[in-house]
């Protein structure tokens, strides 16, 4: 059995630490903004943590914020796009929503595990 990267474990950890604080955020925010200005400011409170705990915990990463953060970016506009791909593809064929969503959940976490890994928080 191949060995699973003991990073990857991290990874998840973090990810679905930040998966909650994206939720309670934009929940406590909607007590006292529209909704869409309440999940818009979530995603970028969420998008913030989520680079701070993957560069200290998930990748524990030695990179500069100056050279890794740029990188983040990329990788989450890399995903943003090959999410967008899936949605387009699937729905275009008339795949079910959630199918579709899942599809592109398991692109994106996957792709973005690995340019984080072997680009943007590589030290």
């Known amino acids: 059995m191949p060995e699973v990267p003991e990073n990857l474990f991290r990874y998840v950890f973090v990810g679905l630490v930040t998966a909650a ?20 400011i979530a995603f970028f409170i969420t998008i913030a943590a989520s680079y701070l705990m993957h560069h200290r915990v998930s990748f524990r990463s030695d990179a500069s914020h100056f050279s890794a953060a740029p990188k983040f970016i990329v990788a989450n506009i890399v995903g943003f796009a090959l999410n967008n791909i899936i949605a387009w593809a699937g729905l275009g064929m008339h ?19 690995i340019m984080y890994n072997l680009w943007a928080f590589k030290s």
């Open 21 to 40: 604080l994206y939720v309670l955020s934009g929940l406590a925010l909607s007590k006292f903004l529209p909704g869409l200005v309440a999940v818009d």
């Open 95 to 113: 795949v079910n929503l959630v199918i579709v969503q899942i599809a592109a959940i398991g692109t994106v976490v996957t792709s973005n595990y």
